[in-house]
């Protein structure tokens, strides 16, 4: 089992730039893929990163790379969302989830539905 807890959202002018925190409990979390997800008003859970365990590869949907990055702290059993540049269509509730280990291709990881753990997420508010 794994918990996740989200961190660091709030109201930022655009442009500027929000760090996510997500600390998850459980054992062996540094075998789990990672990942942050998010949902904006009238609209579906939509993938935004996710970074392996194993060298630690990333994959970022087209409408954040470039601003956004994932990275993962496996000694503290935390992952992050470093997310710069931030425009009006980002905000949103940003997710945090976690997928057991096992041998996936990487198209897999854009849907919400394969992933086993998630947090209750955070508001990312951006004024313009």
């Known amino acids: 089992q794994v918990q996740l807890i989200e961190s660091g959202g709030g109201l930022v002018q655009a442009g500027g730039s929000l760090r996510l925190s997500c600390a998850a409990s459980?054992?062996?979390?540094?075998?789990?893929?990672m990942g942050w997800f998010r949902r904006a008003p009238g609209k579906e859970r939509g993938f935004v990163a996710a970074?392996?365990?194993?060298?630690?590869?990333?994959y970022a949907a087209d409408s954040v790379k470039g601003r956004f990055t994932i990275s993962r702290d496996n000694a503290k059993n935390t992952v992050y969302l470093q997310m710069n540049s931030l425009k009006p269509e980002d905000p949103a509730v940003y997710y945090c989830?976690?997928?057991?280990?096992?041998?996936?291709?990487?198209?897999?990881?854009?849907?919400?539905?394969?992933?086993?753990?998630w947090g209750q997420g955070t508001q990312v508010t951006v004024s313009s």
């Open positions: 989830a976690a997928r057991r280990p096992g041998t996936y291709s990487s198209s897999s990881y854009y849907y919400s539905g394969n992933w086993d753990y």
């Open positions: 459980g054992r062996a979390f540094f075998s789990y893929l």
């Open positions: 970074i392996t365990w194993s060298f630690a590869t990333t």
